[in-house]
């Protein structure tokens, strides 16, 4: 072994032992006739201290140490005279008294330290070297907790883990899926799954009644933030089960989880709000409930007063920012400005104060009276010192407006702490969403999804309004995961296809294998899957998931370490008898 001890383990008890420390040199200075060396692993940071009084050539030695060197070092533990609290060996030092270089290094393009200089891009660059870094490494450590436990967790409650194929059957629905060229049949191509969907309701037929699987799932789709094109799943089915024991036995993993990671105790149930009321109060499939802020429509009071942007609207919508009315021009203008970016989408908005002094000030008062106004904010709820921003047009895009607008305030206002959890169901999903440019259904989930019971009877008269039987797992504002109970009729799922623009022959073509398994007893069953990625990043306070994944992707869905993708050879095209026609750009 090279070492005896690693760099984040020697104590004040420890005081007097010979040890043998191994890693990279974070950093070293040089101090009157002594050389302090601080010495870097996974686990830690030890200061090491090379005197020129006891050993000089081993002192210029250690003072010709770069950043990253890969040292060997033995000497012996002693108490520190200056002690560093920050660190957990911050109370020893080792007194060196033999150094091995191991391997230099070029200076690295950036500081490996948690307050780095350098950015995302270089840093995915040289992801080896980010990986360094203290805070990047304890993310990928909670994440290898948290697998564990869960694995761990639903293990107890009798649930097996299962693996299922990587290379399947392309059948897109929603996002685009990844192809692959089989060589052995020419002409023929493998997808990289969405999701296990298909198989795991197989596992279902197949008599495994508690499948779980964390598995890599693949979608080609534009990214943000929290997307990947690679990305991993907590995949679970269950059967002989309806909609409240699977939301029951999920609510257990969820409290477990922060219950182990944060020492937070859920005791009550987590709320649930239905679709509905979730895009009416937030505009939000994903409302972020740490804060309050809810919508208050106004349609009725705003009418018939000859301000056209409210006449003319479906729509008018409000949220109540609290102590906001000594809000300038300056910053209402800049919250103008905000909602018409393109990635809002909003013509304007307008606002009313009510002043600390009882007064009322509003961008549109010359079209109504103060009485009127007051009216607006006695809805809202509003008190002296508030402001209400207001937003009109289309009922289901300027919701989802205003819900920015209100997440934008929720941050101005520091109330999206990333230390506070609110978590929620959201249920009673549509089951179809109409899409005006095809003039057809899709289904929201999947086309597995099953209707609400009490809804079957409107699939062919009221198809719209069809409540599927579908939830969502919402962690402020973020959809940490979701499912459905399945149709496992083969009448029903007929008629789901049909729905969705399906003929028979599609259906057979792209789920046949299932519908023909359904022949031979289908149980009743539902499942769901968390975003893996997203739940490390939700517990480790992280606003993107791709410092929770050792190796992502940048926003254009490269990996700019090892420069991916890329052309390949010729030959190999020839093998798998491809041939190229490229589009020329514009």
Not at 31 to 42: A, L
Not at 558 to 566: G, K
């Amino acid at each position: 072994m090279y070492r005896t001890n690693t760099c984040g383990e020697l104590r004040l008890a420890d005081a007097g032992k010979v040890v043998t420390l191994a890693g990279w040199v974070q950093k070293n200075r040089r101090m009157g006739g002594m050389t302090f060396v601080d010495v870097r692993d996974r686990y830690g940071i030890t200061q090491v201290v090379f005197n020129n009084d006891t050993d000089a050539d081993l002192c210029e030695a250690a003072s010709r140490l770069g950043r990253e060197y890969v040292v060997q070092i033995t000497g012996t533990v002693a108490e520190r005279q200056s002690k560093n609290p920050n660190l957990p060996t911050g109370d020893i030092e080792i007194i060196a008294r033999e150094l091995k270089v191991l391997n230099r290094s070029e200076v690295p393009p950036f500081k490996i330290e948690d307050d780095t200089d350098g950015g995302d891009d270089l840093r995915m660059k040289y992801r080896y070297l980010d990986l360094r870094r203290s805070c990047v490494r304890r993310n990928l450590e909670l994440r290898h907790r948290m697998a564990f436990e869960i694995r761990r967790y639903l293990d107890s409650l009798g649930f097996l883990e299962v693996e299922t194929p990587v290379l399947i059957k392309s059948t897109p629905e929603g996002a685009r899926d990844f192809v692959v060229p089989s060589r052995m049949n020419p002409g023929q191509f493998y997808a990289l799954p969405q999701s296990p969907q298909t198989f795991k309701q197989l596992l279902m037929v197949s008599g495994f009644d508690r499948y779980f699987q964390i598995v890599k799932c693949f979608r080609d789709e534009d990214l943000r933030a929290d997307r990947q094109p690679e990305f991993t799943q907590i995949d679970c089915e269950m059967s002989f089960v309806e909609q409240e024991d699977v939301l029951q036995v999920f609510e257990g993993l969820v409290k477990h989880i922060f219950k182990y990671v944060k020492d937070i105790d859920f005791t009550e149930p987590f709320p649930r709000m239905t679709w509905a009321d979730a895009m009416k109060y937030y505009g939000s499939d994903k409302p972020d409930t740490r804060f309050g802020m809810r919508f208050v429509e106004l349609k009725d009071l705003t009418v018939g007063k000859g301000f056209s942007v409210m006449d003319d609207a479906p729509y008018v919508g409000a949220i109540c920012a609290p102590g906001c009315a000594n809000y300038t021009r300056k910053q209402l203008d800049q919250l103008t400005e905000f909602v018409k970016r393109p990635q809002v989408g909003a013509k304007g908005m307008m606002w009313v104060k009510l002043e600390e002094d009882g007064s009322i000030k509003s961008s549109v008062g010359k079209f109504y009276t103060d009485d009127e106004l007051r009216a607006w904010a006695e809805r809202c709820e509003a008190k002296k010192g508030d402001l209400i921003l207001i937003l009109a047009g289309e009922t289901m895009k300027t919701r989802k407006q205003l819900n920015e607008l209100r997440l934008e305030m929720g941050s101005r206002l520091g109330l999206r702490d990333p230390q506070k959890f609110s978590c929620l169901w959201v249920v009673d999903f549509p089951l179809f969403e109409w899409d005006d440019e095809t003039q057809r259904y899709y289904a929201m989930h999947h086309p597995f999804t099953s209707p609400n019971p009490d809804d079957i009877d409107k699939l062919e008269t009221a198809t719209g309004e069809v409540r599927a039987t579908a939830y969502d797992m919402v962690v402020n504002g973020n959809e940490l995961g979701g499912g459905s109970i399945r149709i496992h009729d083969s009448e029903l799922q007929n008629k789901m296809f049909h729905l969705l623009g399906l003929s028979d022959e599609d259906a057979q073509y792209k789920f046949g294998f299932l519908m023909n398994a359904f022949k031979y007893g289908a149980p009743p069953h539902g499942g769901l899957a968390f975003g893996f990625d997203r739940f490390v990043s939700i517990l480790a306070g992280l606003d993107s998931i791709r410092d929770t994944i050792a190796f992502p992707k940048n926003n254009s869905g490269r990996d700019v370490m090892i420069d991916a993708p890329s052309e390949i050879e010729q030959e190999q095209l020839d093998e798998l008898s491809i041939a190229l026609a490229l589009k020329k750009e514009e």
